[in-house]
């Protein structure tokens, strides 16, 4: 991968994701084998690019995200492990495991969110589900042209609970939000892109360095007024977000959603949450 530049460059480099800055451009690298999975290692090292956010932001102005797992960017939440770590626990304790780990989630998400810096998202292949809600996080998304977004929870009773139905309908409306849950399709990123999803669409695997060029781009604005500019543009639907969790929580604790669950990670396809 060519560097960010020639200056001065710090990095930290974590199991399923590492970071680095320099020259006014913090680059997040999702590389979690085989689908970039957010089970709880990630979490955790997302949550230390979160607390790393403050001193990150006194000499950065952007922040791009991508994956360099061939797979794409990412297949959403590690089913596999929340199921393992729910089997082994009563129902009562499941419950309080499962919305402490939601929570965990979406203070990462949150902290992405509301950053003074400019984030950036360079998308290519799957876009799903806690991925995709990664993504809507982001302030610019910019998209290879084979990437494919998708919410698939429904297929498995569940909704999305990373965050992402208060941020889709803050970026594209209910119409988009209801198309996308209540039917499971894929949008593709030319259909991405004219729904405003998708700021900027590239050729295959051009995604980051479109990204990085745009990073580039906006250190030179001024932070203070790129700042005050999104806090103004992007409010944060807080409520939504708190219901989001209890409405997870509730419809996770069903027999329905543990025979899904079941049969998903009992299934020997190479990607069973593809559509």
């Not at 950065?60 to 797979?71: D, E, G, K, N, T």
């Not at 993504?135 to 965050?163: H, K, N, Q, V």
């Not at 030319?190 to 250190?219: C, E, M, N």
């Not at 997870?248 to 949450?273: G, I």
Request: proline share 6%; aromatic share 4%.
């Amino acid at each position: 991968r060519p560097p960010l530049g020639g200056g001065p460059c710090t990095s930290v480099a974590g199991e399923p994701l590492s970071w680095r800055s320099g020259e006014g451009v913090v680059e997040v690298e999702l590389h979690r084998e085989p689908a970039n999975e957010i089970g709880s290692t990630t979490l955790a090292e997302l949550e230390r690019l979160a607390a790393a956010l403050p001193a990150l932001e006194r000499d950065a102005a952007a922040l791009v995200v991508h994956s360099s797992i061939a797979a794409g960017f990412s297949a959403g939440a590690d089913l596999r492990e929340l199921h393992r770590r729910a089997a082994d626990l009563p129902r009562r304790q499941r419950g309080a495991e499962l919305r402490s780990f939601l929570e965990r989630v979406h203070v990462v998400m949150r902290a992405l969110d509301e950053s003074p810096l400019t984030t950036i998202a360079a998308l290519e292949g799957v876009v799903f589900g806690g991925g995709f809600e990664l993504a809507l996080t982001c302030d610019i998304r910019i998209a290879g042209r084979l990437a494919r977004f998708c919410f698939p929870e429904l297929r498995l009773g569940l909704i999305p609970g990373f965050g992402g139905v208060p941020r889709l309908r803050r970026d594209v409306g209910t119409a988009v939000v209801l198309d996308l849950l209540l039917t499971g399709r894929s949008l593709n990123a030319a259909r991405a892109h004219a729904l405003g999803l998708v700021a900027q669409l590239t050729g295959a695997g051009d995604a980051r360095r479109a990204a990085l060029a745009t990073a580039h781009q906006i250190t030179r604005l001024d932070r203070t007024a790129a700042a005050a500019a999104k806090r103004f543009a992007k409010p944060i639907p807080a409520e939504e977000l708190a219901r989001e969790i209890d409405l997870f929580c509730e419809l996770f604790d069903r027999p329905a959603v543990e025979a899904a669950l079941e049969r998903f990670v009992s299934s020997e396809e190479v990607l069973p949450y593809l559509p």
